[in-house]
C-alpha cells in the first residue's frame, strides 16, 4: 500500500489553513515521514486573492461575536456554528500574532493586519505551512480526482512550467498522485484570475454533490443613470442611500458610492447587492422594482440644506449658479446638475428662483438610480451558492457522500456581507478540515 497522503486542492485561504494544521498534527504525532501534507495550487503564487484582498490591506475578520456573526451570512451559514465553535476569530488571531503579524480592529469591528500588508499574509501563511513540511506545488492544475469502491484514490493534475507550457521539460507535464484524504479549497468563481474559476464545483458535482446554483455577490450595479454622462471613475465619500423595493424602503447606508465605468460600486453598492442579485436573479415574475437614491448631502436634513442653499444663494448675489454648486459638489458631476436641474451653469445666484432652488435641493436630497442589473463573476468579490452544505458534515467538513473528500472554503454555499467574514468561514473551514483529515488518517495508521 502507499503511504497515506493528504493532498490539499487550492492555495487560498482554506487551502493554506487546512494544509498548516493537517501538517502541525502530523508532526505533533510523530508521523511526518509517514504522511505527506500535498498542497497543489494552479497559480505559480499561493494566496492570489488574499494578497488582493481588502484593497490590499485584508480584512481578516471581525470582531462581533459568533452568533452575531454568522447573522451576516446568507441561510446555509449556520453551518458554520460548528465550525466557529473550533476555530474563530481569537484562535486565527493568535495564529497570526504567533506568526509576528499584529492586527488591529477599525470601524465596525474589521480586523486588519496592523501593518496593512494582504501581501504578507499570504506569504506568512505560505511560510508557516512550509515550516510545518507541507510540500507546496505551485503550477499544478488538478483536473480530475480518482474515486473507487466508494473513497477517494487519488488525483491527477497538469504541472506547468515557469513559461506556463504543461508537458514540457523536467517535471512538468500530467502527474498522478495516490491520496488517503482530497481537501477541495478550490474557492469560487469570482475574480477567476486569482485562479478560482469553479473547478471545485465541477469535481464535487462529478461526484455526486449537488451545487446550489452560484450567481456573482458582493458586486458592481448597473442602473439607469449610471453614470451619469460624462462621469467614470468618480468617488463620493460620505453619501447616503436608500435602497427601494417596490417603492418601499429595504435599507439605509452611509459611506462611499463610485461612478464606475459601467454603473454604481463601492462599499455602499456593494452592501445592498446581495439583496439585489437574490431579487433580480430570483424567478419571480415580474422582477420587483428596485432603486437606489442617493443624498449627496446626508448631514443636513431637507429644511437646513434648504436654509444653507438660501444662506448661500444670498451672499453670492454677483456669482453663478455654477460657482456656488462648486463650493457643494465635485466639479465632475456640475453638468449633471445643469441637466438635471434645468438651470444654466452660467446664470447668476440673484435670478435663482424659489422653484429652482427647490428643485436643486430636492435633487441633492434624493438622486434616483433606477437599478437594471448587476456585474458579472469578474468583478464580484465572492460567489453566492457552492457545494449544498446539507452534504457536508460540520463537524469536520468531510463529505457526507465520499468519505476521505473534504470540502472548505468558498467553494462552499456560504457567502456574507463585507466585513471580513467571508475570509473568516475560508480560514475557520479550512482549519477543522485539515484538522479532521490528519486525525482520520493518523487513527487509520494506528490502527
Ligand atoms: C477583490 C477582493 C477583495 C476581497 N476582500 C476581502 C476582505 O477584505 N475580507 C474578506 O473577508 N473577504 C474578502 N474577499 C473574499 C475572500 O477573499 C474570499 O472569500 C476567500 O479568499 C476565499 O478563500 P478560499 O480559500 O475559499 O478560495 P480562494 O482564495 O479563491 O482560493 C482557491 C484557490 O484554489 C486554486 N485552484 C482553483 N482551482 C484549482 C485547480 N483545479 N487546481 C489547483 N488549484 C486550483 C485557485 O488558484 C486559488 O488559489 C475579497 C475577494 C476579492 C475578490
Known sequence: MDSPRIIIVGAGAAGLLAAGRAAELVREAGREREVEVVLLERMRQVGRKIRISGKGRCNLSNTLPANEFIKHFNRSGRFLHQTFSRFFTEDLLELLNNLDLPTVVERGGRIFPADGSAVAVAEILEAWARGLGVR???????????????????????LFSEHGKAGSGGDCGATKLAATAILLATGGKSYPTTGSTGDGHFEAENLGHKIIRTRPSLVPLKAEGAPPSGVSDLKLRNVGTTLRIN???????????????????????????????????????????????????????????????????????????????????????LPTAERICSLPLGKPCHQITGPERRVLRDWLKDWRFPITGFGGFPEAIVTAGGVDTKEVDPHSMESRLVPGLYIMGELLDVDADTGGFNLMAAFSTGWVGGEAAARSVLTTLES
Open 136 to 158: 507546496v506545488i505551485t503550477g499544478a492544475h488538478v483536473r480530475g480526482l480518482d474515486c473507487s469502491h466508494g473513497r477517494v484514490r487519488g488525483l491527477h493534475y497538469d
Open 247 to 333: 417603492g418601499k424602503t429595504h435599507s439605509r447606508h452611509f459611506g462611499e458610492l463610485h461612478f464606475t465605468k459601467t454603473g454604481l460600486g463601492g462599499p455602499v453598492v456593494l452592501e445592498i447587492s446581495r439583496v439585489v442579485v437574490a431579487a433580480l436573479d430570483g424567478k419571480k415574475s415580474p422582477q420587483p422594482d428596485l432603486e437606489l437614491a442617493v443624498d449627496l448631502k446626508p448631514a443636513l436634513d431637507v429644511k437646513k440644506l434648504d436654509a444653507r442653499l438660501i444662506r448661500d444663494l444670498d451672499s453670492r448675489d454677483n456669482a453663478t449658479w455654477g460657482d456656488l454648486l462648486a463650493g457643494l459638489l465635485p466639479r465632475e458631476l
